[in-house]
């Protein structure tokens, strides 16, 4: 149903071709007037959503479920398998901020999967779970999109379903709160770095926040005081802390944290992602979760999940141990399989420094393998991308543009949480590069044909 509502829209188009020429360059402009940003500049989007069949959707649900639970089991490995703990690489600094109990159960509550969907294909290549960003974006996409007026016939005709996906990310805190034993209606801090370029982002969740009764505040971590066993924000009592900045910057910073971070150790406020949530944000992980080795501590359908739905990874510094202990037998793998891998930092954002095999020549293949090896690299095999249409205004006609494109899967608790999609003219899915980002939709009504009349 996916594809048939994908090219009933773009039939959709093509059947109101003058309408359409005009309303997308003012949807640009719109788009301009909005904080649909990141830093100063307006994030690029399409006129165009990513429609999601009723099939992936409840495969989407399965899968957030099942995995979930993965995660939160291997990253409780590292805590109650004291032998494996080295698996993990964790620096000493760090791991003092990983001990620290949050007053809740759940070691990742917020998480962002990036995947590669294609019909009932489902490849989960990264999975972000420190700091997951992209939310209020997809929500904001959403309302932009669905309240386009020449689109209205459509949206009426497919029924579309509305996400709300901040409203998911508010519940999933809430029942944080719950569980970590907070009574009291909570004064929810937004807590980031305050040059952040997702500054945008903040003050959409803070409205939605606020709209459901819950005062919030966007603040600088060091702005966070501890007093008399409370936390505050100039002379307001905090108790939820939405934690955006990084792990890695929070450790970076300590010197200057040290209040938000006595207040945690000291259960005085909720906060959520925890900081342990970081065990789960490494690539790495996957190179854990896709080992046979590690099956038993998992159930027979999580290990079926985690076959079916994640590529083979492998931490190159644990690689040697799989090619006889032997490096030259890894350097011979990784320049024989050169066609059907991918080498990428353990810890980056951004697509940065990631090279697909097949779109690199030999001789800069070899160098970024020798790179790699002096650093904390995975190997993860390579999964094809899906293409799309997208529409655009060439020369005053309608015109359609391939791009490849992924699905950020947002899972808030437990829950499948709705998710929006990247798109980019490269297999390494860049927004700033010809890309941009666009809401996902399912809808359970099937398409008319009557669009393309």
């Known amino acids: 149903m996916t594809k048939n509502l994908d090219h009933a829209y773009d ?63 291997a990253t409780r490995l590292y805590f109650e398998e004291g032998h ?21 159960s759940q070691n990742v509550v917020l998480a962002r999967f990036d995947a590669l969907l294609e019909g009932e294909s489902l490849k989960l290549v990264e999975f972000n779970c420190d700091s997951p960003a992209g939310a209020a974006y997809g929500d904001h996409a959403e309302n932009i ?21 901040i409203q998911s990310l508010l519940a999933a805190l809430l029942e944080c709160y719950e569980e970590f034993g907070g009574f009291e209606t909570p004064n929810i801090a937004i807590a980031d770095w305050r040059f952040s370029r997702t500054m945008a982002e903040f003050e959409f969740i803070k409205n939605v926040f606020e709209s459901k009764g ?19 924000h100039k002379n307001m009592r905090i108790h939820l802390v939405y934690r955006r900045a990084l792990f890695d910057e929070i450790l970076e910073r300590l010197d200057e944290v040290q209040d938000l971070l006595k207040a945690y150790r000291e259960h005085a406020v909720c906060m959520v992602n925890p900081l342990r949530s970081r065990l789960a944000s490494t690539k790495a992980l996957l190179s854990i979760l896709t080992n046979p080795e590690y099956d038993h501590f998992f159930t027979e359908s999580e290990n079926r999940a985690k076959r079916e739905h994640i590529p083979w990874t492998r931490r190159l510094s644990d690689a040697e141990d799989f090619y006889g202990r032997k490096k030259m037998y890894l350097i011979d793998f990784l320049k024989e399989e050169k066609e059907t891998l991918v080498l990428k930092p353990s810890q980056g954002y951004g697509g940065r420094d990631v090279s697909i095999g097949r779109e690199t020549t030999d001789s800069d293949w070899n160098a970024v393998i020798d790179k790699a090896l002096k650093g904390d690299w995975v190997v993860q095999e390579f999964v094809n ?66 669009f393309g009349e």
Do not use: C, W
């Open 11 to 73: 039939q959709f188009l093509k059947a109101r071709e003058s309408d359409i020429v005009q309303a997308i360059p003012r949807f640009s402009e719109r788009l301009e007037k909005t904080s649909f940003k990141y830093g100063r500049f307006t994030i690029p989007t399409f006129y165009k959503s990513l429609f999601l069949s009723p099939k992936q959707v409840h495969l989407l649900k399965r899968v957030s479920s099942t995995l979930t639970r993965v995660i939160n089991t």
């Open 84 to 104: 494996l703990t080295h698996v993990y690489k964790v620096h000493p600094e760090a791991a003092e901020l990983i001990k620290i109990d949050p007053g809740y």
């Open 145 to 165: 999109f669905l309240t386009e007026e020449p689109l209205q016939d459509f949206l009426k005709d497919t029924q579309l379903l509305k996400t709300e996906r």
């Open 214 to 232: 819950y005062k919030t505040v966007i603040a600088d971590p060091r702005d966070l005081k501890y007093k008399g066993g409370k936390l505050y």
């Open 385 to 450: 991308i899906p293409i799309m249409t997208v529409p655009e205004v060439i020369n005053g006609k309608l015109d359609f543009a391939y791009k490849k494109h992924n699905f950020n899967l947002l899972v808030f608790g437990t829950k499948y949480s709705g998710g929006f999609s990247r798109l980019s003219s490269e297999s390494v899915i860049n927004v700033a590069r010809g890309g941009g980002l666009i809401p996902a939709l399912s809808s359970e009504a099937a398409p008319e044909e009557r």
